[in-house]
């Protein structure tokens, strides 16, 4: 007989497990004992009150009017030291939450310093890859150098080409070149890297696609496997 184990709950802090992250358990933490303290401020308060009550009764003999008045001192300072337990922690809640958005926003920023090195990185590979193209056009340097600028120059410019971080190389090089009025050889960048990686994962533009589909269907099947082929022998004499 197999008896099932149970995992044990994991320890929380009003609902954030203690496996969070330190920032998330710390606010959690301070929030809990922010509440502890203001429970503890409610009930000396009542304590205290309860006192004041008593001792400024009629009825009550000297001896329980310096009793409650000792007793009143040590709940009121108790009651004064947990406020400024609880000014303390709100500060300190407060300089957890600036941390955490100085920490948030220097992210932020850092992402997006990424994002514009990958960007600048990107559009220099697409000029670069437009230039090898009109060099194969017409082997003329000066024009392909000055078309490569240009294609760099209007992904600049030009917001038509959209995110370029988040489109398959391939699309962005055949509206580029569509644009600029050049007629890209697919058959031979269908053997650089960029392409090799869209058609792999099947984000290839439609003229790459195109091509290689072509290609595949131009080539001949190839053998069965696991079959044995049949060859007449010759007739015995």
């Avoid at 955490?100 to 600048?120: I, P």
């Avoid at 697409?126 to 992904?155: F, H, K, M, P, S």
Wanted: proline share 7%.
């Amino acid at each position: 007989m197999t008896v099932a184990t149970q995992t044990p709950p994991q320890p929380t802090i009003t609902g954030v497990p203690v496996s969070a992250p330190a920032p998330d358990l710390a606010r959690a933490l301070l929030e809990r004992q922010l509440w502890v303290l203001g429970q503890l401020a409610e009930g000396g308060l009542e304590i205290a009150r309860a006192i004041e009550r008593r001792a400024t009764s009629d009825e009550s003999p000297d001896a329980v009017l310096d009793a409650a008045s000792l007793a009143y001192a040590r709940v009121s300072r108790a009651v004064r030291m947990t406020i400024l337990l609880q000014s303390k922690l709100i500060a300190d809640l407060q300089t957890l939450e600036v941390k955490g958005a100085q920490a948030a926003a220097q992210a932020n920023s850092l992402n997006g310093t990424q994002r514009v090195c990958r960007e600048h990185d990107q559009k220099r590979r697409i000029g670069r890859t437009v230039a090898r193209i009109a060099w194969a056009d017409d082997q003329d340097l000066n024009r392909a150098q000055r078309l490569g600028r240009e294609a760099v120059e209007r992904l600049e410019e030009d917001e038509l080409y959209g995110d370029i971080l988040n489109r398959p190389f391939s699309e962005i090089i055949a509206q580029i070149c569509e644009d600029m009025g050049l007629e890209p050889d697919w058959p031979k960048l269908a053997d650089e890297a960029w392409a090799k990686a869209d058609l792999n994962t099947g984000v290839a533009a439609a003229p790459l696609a195109a091509v290689m589909a072509k290609s595949a269907q131009a080539r001949p099947p190839p053998p069965s496997k696991g079959v044995a082929q049949f060859t007449p022998q010759a007739a015995s004499p």
